[in-house]
Structure formats: C-alpha cells, structure tokens
Nanobody
Framework: QVQLVESGGGLVQAGGSLRLSCAASGTIISINDMAWFRQAPGKQRELVASINSGGSTNYVDSVKGRFTISRDNARNSVYLQMDSLKPEDTAVYYC???????????????WGPGTQVTVSS
C-alpha cells in the first residue's frame, strides 16, 4: 500500500514564506515524476510545479521566480518552497507522484490528501 502525506501548510501573511513537504511510503520501486497541484475554492485543480526523476522542473507562470520544487529520491520526498506569497496563492495544495510498484499495475499515479495554504493580505 503506497501513501503520500503532505505537511507544512498553514496561515501566512502576504510576502511571507512556507515550505511544503510530501513523503511517499510503502512498497516503492522508484518514483518517476513528482508534482504539486493546488485547488482554490470554486476553481479547477491546477498544476503548480513538477519535477522528474532527473531533476528537471516546470512551473506554472504565476509562480515562476517565487516557488521552488525539489526532491530527495533517497527519502521518496518532494518539497515546495514558496516565497513572496500572495493572497491568490491561497488553496489546498496536493502532492502527486507517479510510482513504480512491485505488483501489477506496475505504475500508478498517487495523490496526497492535501494541505491548506492561506495567505492573508
């Protein structure tokens, strides 16, 4: 059984910083892409940032220069450093990972339960 668990959300003032963490646990052979999504009230879930197994990253335009995604393959973890936060960054943030397993199906996409980030003006 594979699980993703996020941590690090909370309430912060505009201009502040937060660091989100996500750890995968269970029987994991390896992890391909890892990513952070977010969903604000009344809006669709959107991709915020992604990182592949080689460390290449992608960001949505609205967070470029403010957010940094990183991963620790030895710890099966992904992180999102969020700086210069804005009220429009308020959302539930979800961790996502494409995980190679020891049993069929060999590759599955997993989601964490989400962590709330609230940025006050």
């Amino acid at each position: 059984q594979v699980q993703l668990v996020e941590s690090g959300g909370g309430l912060v003032q505009a201009g502040g910083s937060l660091r989100l963490s996500c750890a995968a646990s269970g029987t994991i052979i390896s992890i391909n892409d890892m990513a952070w999504f977010r969903q604000a009230p009344g809006k669709q879930r959107e991709l915020v940032a992604s990182i592949n197994s080689g460390g290449s990253t992608n960001y949505v335009d609205s967070v470029k220069g403010r957010f940094t995604i990183s991963r620790d393959n030895a710890r099966n973890s992904v992180y999102l450093q969020m700086d210069s936060l804005k009220p429009e960054d308020t959302a539930v943030y979800y961790c996502n990972a494409e995980i190679r397993r020891a049993t069929f199906p060999l590759v599955l996409n997993y989601w964490g339960p989400g962590t709330q980030v609230t940025v006050s003006s």
